[in-house]
């Protein structure tokens, strides 16, 4: 019988061959001690390079990340290329199943994958400055991947396009008001894993037959999850709502609210630095930055610190989500593929362009 090594070499085929790690006894994690500014100095002497791949769905939506990143720590240089999650995790398996990595860390919507890396023996076992302040559900006991920051969504719905005397558009039920027909932009949730499970929440509250009447209004369905409320945002159009979107300006007319008739998503965007990181003092100092105080207390959000300020927002004090659920759903793949393709049976697959490219 031919080895599983000779057919891959025979097929021409690109096979991860992973092994128990367990038994190596290894998993004791590099503890920072240095400061910040020590390890800004390692990363230059590096070459002052590092590369991450980050989830999301629009080209500039990691700016922010880069210019503060860049400004904080002159002449190191921020490599960051935002796309689906999905995309991300697949083309890193087959880096490191073709011994030719060159990322160096790894930010993503797709938590799964971090345990399965960790046990494949890929990731850096690093515990950076204020590990142990991140929240004990966000983090690997071995400091193999951790939070860096929580994403969620809420209800969005543009007040200069709607009658305030009409309320607010807040829970899931709102979107049934006959008002809101052709008005409503959603994301396909046979798209993205995370306005699946945003659904999926939703219909286990209110049942299919509110997906039936949500489809009933004629909703306008696209791909990523920021297309919504860039749609929203425009006046040259109609469509006013979405609970598919996040914190927005009050100035653009943009208002947002949590709803409470069913639980809505929020997850921590999980970050690893992988074992054989061609810039492994470089992406040392981006974990560090992405969890210090000084990083996230410029979002005035939620965080994955347990030493947030008195006057943030706790993520455990929000009522109405659990973002420690999101890596356990995430883990079924095997429901996560029923439910996708449930979706897709009633909604068909995903048409247009990828959020990437298509200018909204």
């Known amino acids: 019988m031919r080895s599983i090594v000779a057919l891959c070499a025979l097929t021409k085929a690109s096979c991860i061959f992973a092994y128990d790690a367990t038994l190596g006894f290894n998993s004791r994690p590099i503890i920072e001690s240095r400061s910040i500014d020590d390890i800004h100095q390692a990363a230059?002497?590096?070459?002052?390079?590092?590369?991450?791949?980050?989830?999301?769905?629009?080209?500039?939506?990691?700016?922010?990340?880069?210019?503060?990143?860049?400004?904080?720590?002159?002449?190191?240089?921020?490599?960051?290329?935002?796309?689906?999650?999905?995309?991300?995790?697949?083309?890193?398996?087959?880096?490191?199943?073709?011994?030719?990595?060159?990322?160096?860390?790894?930010?993503?919507?797709?938590?799964?994958?971090?345990?399965?890396?960790?046990?494949?023996?890929?990731?850096?076992?690093?515990?950076?400055?204020?590990?142990?302040?991140?929240?004990?559900?966000?983090?690997?006991?071995?400091?193999?991947?951790?939070?860096?920051?929580?994403?969620?969504?809420?209800?969005?719905?543009?007040?200069?396009?709607?009658?305030?005397?009409?309320?607010?558009?807040?829970?899931?039920?709102?979107?049934?008001?006959?008002?809101?027909?052709?008005?409503?932009?959603?994301?396909?949730?046979?798209?993205?894993?995370?306005?699946?499970?945003?659904?999926?929440?939703?219909?286990?509250?209110?049942?299919?037959?509110?997906?039936?009447?949500?489809?009933?209004?004629n909703p306008l369905w696209v791909r990523g999850s920021a297309t919504p409320t860039a749609i929203i945002s425009q006046s040259n159009n109609s469509y006013v709502a979405s609970f598919i979107g996040g914190e927005a300006d009050p100035s653009s007319g943009l208002n947002t609210s949590f709803p409470t008739d069913a639980p809505f998503v929020t997850w921590p965007q999980t970050a690893a630095i992988f074992k054989d990181a061609p810039h492994p003092e470089g992406a040392k100092l981006l974990h560090n930055f992405l969890i210090s105080k000084e990083w996230l207390e410029s979002s005035k959000s939620w965080t994955v610190r347990t030493d947030a300020p008195p006057d943030y927002p706790n993520i455990f004090d929000t009522p109405g989500t659990n973002p420690t659920v999101f890596q356990g759903w995430m883990a079924n793949r095997n429901r996560v593929e029923r439910l996708r393709f449930w979706f897709e049976k009633r909604l068909g697959t995903a048409q247009g362009l990828s959020p990437l490219d298509d200018n909204i």
């Open 44 to 217: 230059l002497q590096e070459g002052g390079i590092v590369t991450a791949w980050h989830g999301g769905d629009e080209e500039n939506q990691q700016g922010a990340l880069k210019k503060a990143f860049e400004e904080r720590f002159p002449g190191v240089t921020l490599n960051i290329t935002v796309d689906l999650s999905k995309y991300h995790d697949g083309l890193i398996d087959e880096q490191l199943a073709n011994k030719n990595l060159y990322v160096d860390s790894a930010i993503l919507q797709t938590v799964h994958d971090y345990p399965r890396w960790k046990e494949e023996g890929a990731l850096l076992n690093y515990a950076p400055l204020g590990f142990d302040k991140i929240h004990p559900s966000f983090r690997d006991i071995d400091a193999a991947f951790y939070g860096v920051r929580i994403f969620g969504w809420s209800g969005v719905w543009n007040t200069k396009k709607w009658d305030s005397s009409k309320g607010p558009i807040q829970n899931f039920a709102d979107f049934l008001n006959p008002e809101l027909r052709n008005r409503i932009v959603l994301t396909y949730p046979n798209d993205d894993d995370a306005v699946l499970y945003a659904f999926d929440l939703v219909m286990q509250q209110l049942g299919s037959e509110w997906l039936e009447s949500l489809l009933a209004q």
